[in-house]
Every structure is written in structure tokens, then in C-alpha cells.
Nanobody
Framework: QVRLVESGGGLVQPGGSVRLSCAAS????????MGWYRQAPGKERELAAD???????NYADSVKGRFTISRDNAKNAVYLQMNSLKLEDTAVFYC???????????????WGRGTQDTVSP
């Protein structure tokens, strides 16, 4: 099995910072892309940021300039540094990865269970 485990969510004041971490483990052959989706209360899940195995990044317009995504290929890990947080950033953040395993052919998408980030005075 391939597992993704997130950590780092918490309670932070507006303007503060939070760093999320996610590590993948298991029968991984390769990972093409890792990233973070988020789901705010009452809203649909949306892509916040992702990064390819070659380091190409992609950000939602709402987080550009405030969030920074990075990865450690050796550890199969991805990180999201979130600065200048706003109330509307409150969400459950879900780590995901796209890649291949040793078990069955084809590209796969794996998901973490989610970590809560709450921005509040």
C-alpha cells in the first residue's frame, strides 16, 4: 500500500504562518507530482498548490505570493509554507501524489486523510 501522512495543521491568527508536511511511503516506484488540495467550510475542494518531480510549481491565484510549495524527492515528501494567512484560508488540507507503484500498471493518485488549518483572531 501507498500511504500519505500529513502533519502541521493548527490554529493561527490572521497574518500568521503555518507549515504543512506530507510524506509518502510504501510500494512507490515513482512520483510525478505532489500537492495540496483544500476544502473550506461549505465549499468544494480546490487545488491550492502542486509541484512536479522536476520542480515546476502551480498555485491557485488566491495563494500566490503567500504560499510556497517545495518537495524532497529522496523522502517522497512535500511541504507547504503558508504565510500572511487570511480568515478565508481556513480549510482542511489534503495531500495528494500522482505516480506509479510496483503492484499494478498505470498512473495512480493517492490521498492523505487531511489536516485542519484554522485562521482565527
Amino acid at each position: 500500500q501507498v500511504r500519505l501522512v500529513e502533519s502541521g495543521g493548527g490554529l493561527v491568527q490572521p497574518g500568521g504562518s503555518v507549515r504543512l508536511s506530507c510524506a509518502a511511503s510504501g510500494s512507490i516506484f515513482s512520483i510525478h507530482k505532489m500537492g495540496w488540495y483544500r476544502q473550506a467550510p461549505g465549499k468544494e475542494r480546490e487545488l491550492a498548490a502542486d509541484i512536479t518531480n522536476s520542480g515546476v510549481t502551480n498555485y491557485a491565484d488566491s495563494v500566490k505570493g503567500r504560499f510556497t510549495i517545495s518537495r524532497d524527492n529522496a523522502k517522497n515528501a512535500v511541504y507547504l509554507q503558508m504565510n500572511s494567512l487570511k480568515l478565508e484560508d481556513t480549510a482542511v488540507f489534503y495531500c495528494y501524489a500522482v505516480g506509479r507503484d510496483y503492484i499494478t500498471p498505470g498512473s495512480k493518485t493517492w490521498w492523505g486523510r487531511g489536516t485542519q488549518d484554522t485562521v482565527s483572531p
